[in-house]
């Protein structure tokens, strides 16, 4: 225990002395350790949600996740599942106990993910030290490595935009450790409780560490050390079996994890990907690009021949080489990411067969020649030194390669043995310092760039481009004034997960995972034009009344100088840089109908709008819709500027921006007042991003070759025409396009007045844990309607009795209610919960008796042998 503990505190300081740069940073600069982007937009705001939900007591579902869902199965991606941040949430909640903790600020994540961060960082150093030490059988070596590993760019590169990714750092080394011991000493306990927790952390890196396990347990079975005594098969089978196990035993949050990737609507990648990539400041991994940077060391350790006939070096050096060369090949980057789109996230398995590499080469390297030293560190330094000519860059950490390369030098000059064993630990503390010199250099020119400055500081955290106190006391108005079941459309410039870190109900969120429903009704069934196209986004309506109205959406608030307003919503308020606007034909969030629609007779978005106001649409069983919408394109004249039509839809915009305008007549203005503009639009040559300009209404999409693209090229606006009765589309850059406009149709709100006028408000619901209770109010028979997105398992009761429920509205839930009822409750739990639980209790128990019984065979074969 005693050992431990000195371990424990040891690495602790260690990862201390890693982060010290960042720590620095922070406290004397205010520079964030989370980055821009991605991490305060995504990172931070789904911690703050979970902490929230699970606080509250609530697991699985919540109405304000985005427009609502199963918030535990849809970022199991991020930290729902993740052990880490769990244990994280516990010990705040202990501590809360004790301390008053102010979780609803950010700036209390903020400074967590930094804190977070240097204990995974200890967490990693030991399970990489007990690696290291069971193959290195050195400790001072060992830790020498897990240094070089843990604090190398990589991490902090992960951890600064994606910190659920760095706990790769802590999982590689510990399943590789319960390999060997499985292999060499038939220990299965290690490996099966290695591989439950793997899949029961991050579903998507289980793919990962499928991958590394395979190759790696491939290898060693192929090539076996000399202190392996089992044979081939009964080596896959150590391996194999305790694997199915562990996958048992994970079943009850990993099934969970994959089901939430099948249910997402996620593209395939149709995009260019080059064979190989060329060699640039960007791709030279061994110099200061922007993604990892390995220690010129690694290339004197591959290229010291003789120290090939040490297995584990000769293991380390080909899989160090054949890592090298992947890094060139994108190929590698789509077969880590599913086999779509390349990423390049697997590189930390370089990083650690580098760091174990060089940490063997100081382990045999005093039984290498002189002249062999010389030349091996000449071209390694070599390629440094050529790389820095060629960019014409400077890093400070090139002064300190020779000095590594000399110490080492000496060491092999001396004969006297103890001068030598003290000239290598000289030699280790030099190595860490340029490791460390080479993390900070990164940090501060591929984290710390302007960009991180500028936007991850304390002062910007808090600031109106992120979450100010003004707009925190406004959102509190707001949600004092409304309804629980009503919604507020409000997002911080283009940050889609703002109700997530003001704690609000709104409509927008930023996340890797949706479930296709709410994809499907967005971009198919009502064509909601994404102000920026992403496929990790959905936000807002673009301003579509009706689609507002079905949704409880009481306010809208935007800056001043935003004029993307819906046709019914009333300026009630205005304070410093905002204005907040009532809608003043809101619907609620229940409804009763007998009016049901099928949703194969509805043809456009504008008819299935109105068929939701009328009633609601239902997959089967559903009269046809009496269409009233025209197509008004041939009353309308079109006219175009700065572009050049070459036949077939196809055009080249000329001078910058390219207009099509669209002139509709007095006698149809005055019948309207919104149109919906359908056209199809999408980048031809040369690609590149570009803008679709509406009467001042900016859509931002994304070039072809976008990993974010979402692929769907009809797109629909809601506009006005100005004053002159033009609709004006411009198109920026020059070059090519596919265009074509496919429908314009107009809105008088008519079918919206009515619904408004008919609804009753005493219908509404509340949230309760992983439901909402539901208030019927007076109605007849018929569906009820309720505007939270439909989950497969989802169970509803009313009275006790458990009734049917639907899916009604391409996405919303619909339960069938006699003219009595009063009450509804929807309650949520992930589909087969239950059966995953007991799957994996069976599967527990027979992993104890797997390790119990191989137990009982290595004793045995103890006894035998003695």
Not at 218 to 235: A, E, K, N, V
Not at 236 to 247: K, N, Q, R, S, W
Not at 502 to 507: C, M, T
Not at 525 to 537: F, T
């Amino acid at each position: 225990m005693k050992r431990v503990l000195s371990y424990t505190v040891l690495f602790i300081v260690l990862s201390l002395i890693g982060h010290s740069y960042v720590v620095y940073r922070f406290y004397h600069d205010g520079i964030l350790s989370t980055g821009p982007n991605d991490g305060m937009e995504q990172m931070v705001p789904i911690q703050m949600y979970l902490y929230n939900q699970w606080h509250q007591g609530n697991l699985f579902y919540e109405s304000n996740f985005g427009l609502g869902g199963d918030f535990f199965t849809d970022l199991s991606y991020y930290f729902s599942t993740n052990l880490l941040f769990i244990i994280n949430v516990l010990i705040i909640s202990f501590v809360k106990l004790f301390i008053s903790l102010d979780t609803h600020q950010v700036m209390f994540w903020m400074n967590n993910a930094l804190i977070v961060s240097i204990f995974k960082g200890t967490i990693a150093l030991y399970c990489t030290f007990l690696y290291a030490q069971y193959i290195f059988k050195n400790k001072i070596l060992s830790i020498f490595t897990a240094f070089l590993f843990v604090i190398s760019p990589l991490y902090f590169r992960f951890t600064a935009y994606w910190p659920f990714f760095s706990d790769v750092f802590i999982w590689l080394p510990l399943l590789l450790l319960a390999m060997e011991k499985s292999i060499q000493q038939r220990k299965s306990g290690l490996l099966i409780l290695t591989i439950t927790l793997v899949l029961i952390n991050n579903f998507y890196f289980a793919y990962y560490f499928l991958i590394i396990a395979s190759v790696y347990g491939l290898i060693r079975i192929m090539f076996r050390h000399p202190d392996d005594d089992s044979t081939r098969i009964r080596t896959l089978c150590t391996l194999l079996i305790p694997a199915v196990l562990a996958l048992g035993n994970s079943l009850f949050i990993f099934f969970h994890g994959v089901e939430s990737f099948v249910n997402n609507r996620r593209v395939s990648f149709s995009g260019n990907v080059p064979t190989f990539e060329h060699l640039n400041i960007n791709t030279n991994i061994f110099f200061d690009n922007y993604l990892i940077v390995i220690l010129f060391l690694t290339i004197q350790s591959i290229l010291t021949f003789k120290l090939y006939r040490h297995y584990y070096y000769r293991l380390f050096a080909l899989m160090t080489v054949v890592l090298i060369i992947f890094t060139f090949i994108p190929l590698i980057d789509q077969i880590f990411n599913g086999f779509s789109a390349p990423q390049k996230r697997w590189h930390f398995i370089l990083a650690f067969s580098s760091s174990l590499l060089i940490g063997l080469y100081v382990k045999y390297f005093r039984t290498v020649s002189v002249k062999s030293y010389i030349t091996t560190s000449l071209i390694a330094q070599l390629i440094i030194y050529i790389s820095a000519y060629c960019y014409h860059k400077f890093i400070p950490w090139l002064i300190l390669v020779p000095v590594v390369s000399i110490i080492g030098l000496l060491i092999l000059f001396l004969k006297e043995r103890k001068i030598r064993i003290q000239l290598t630990y000289i030699y280790i503390i030099s190595i860490v310092a340029l490791s460390m010199m080479v993390s900070f250099v990164f940090i501060k020119n591929q984290i710390y760039f302007q960009d991180h400055q500028d936007r991850a500081n304390t002062f910007y955290a808090n600031s109106s481009l992120y979450s100010s106190d003004l707009q925190r006391a406004l959102v509190k108005e707001m949600k004092s004034s409304k309804k629980d079941d009503q919604r507020i459309d409000w997002r911080v410039n283009e940050q889609d997960n703002t109700p997530m870190y003001q704690n609000f109900k709104g409509l927008s969120l930023y996340s890797s995972i949706f479930h296709h429903n709410i994809l499907d009704f967005y971009y198919d069934a009502l064509k909601i034009n994404l102000a920026e196209e992403s496929l990790s986004r959905y936000q807002s309506t673009n301003a579509r009344q009706n689609i507002d109205s079905l949704f409880s959406i009481k306010y809208v608030m935007l800056k001043k100088y935003q004029n993307n307003i819906p046709t019914y919503f009333k300026k009630v308020k205005s304070s410093g840089q905002y204005d907040i606007y009532e809608n003043q034909l809101n619907l609620p969030s229940v409804k009763v109908t007998n009016n049901l629609y099928n949703s194969q007779s509805l043809k456009t978005p504008i008819d299935r709008e109105h068929a939701m106001l009328k009633g609601a649409i239902v997959d089967s069983n559903g009269k046809d819709f009496n269409s009233q919408s025209k197509n008004l394109l041939k009353h309308a004249r079109i006219t175009t500027k700065n572009i050049k039509s070459k036949g077939n839809n196809q055009l080249e915009v000329k001078n910058n921006i390219g207009t099509v305008n669209i002139h509709i007549p007095k006698k149809i203005r005055k019948q309207y007042q919104d149109f919906y503009i359908t056209l199809y639009i999408k980048r031809g040559n040369p690609d590149s991003n570009y803008t679709v300009n509406v009467n001042n209404y900016f859509n931002n999409r994304l070039y072809n070759n976008s990993v974010y693209k979402t692929r769907i090229n009809t797109q629909l606006y809601r506009t006005q025409p100005d004053k002159n009765g033009n609709i004006s589309i411009k198109l920026s850059p020059n070059g090519g396009f596919k265009f074509k406009l496919l429908n314009l149709s107009g809105e008088n709100y008519k079918t919206l007045k009515t619904a408004h006028h008919n609804a009753n408000f005493n219908m509404d619901y509340n949230d309760i844990k992983n439901g909402v209770k539901v208030n019927l109010g007076q109605h007849s028979k018929g569906l009820a309607t309720i505007n939270i997105p439909y989950r497969a398992g989802m169970r509803a009761y009313i009275d006790g009795r458990q009734v049917n429920i639907h899916k009604v509205n391409y996405m919303m839930t619909g339960v069938p209610v006699n003219k009595n009822d009063q009450t509804i409750i929807i309650k949520y739990q992930p589909p087969y919960w239950k059966t995953m639980i007991f799957i994996s209790f069976i599967s527990i128990i027979f992993s104890m008796i797997y390790i119990r019984y191989t137990n009982s065979i290595k004793r045995k074969m103890r006894i035998h042998r003695d």
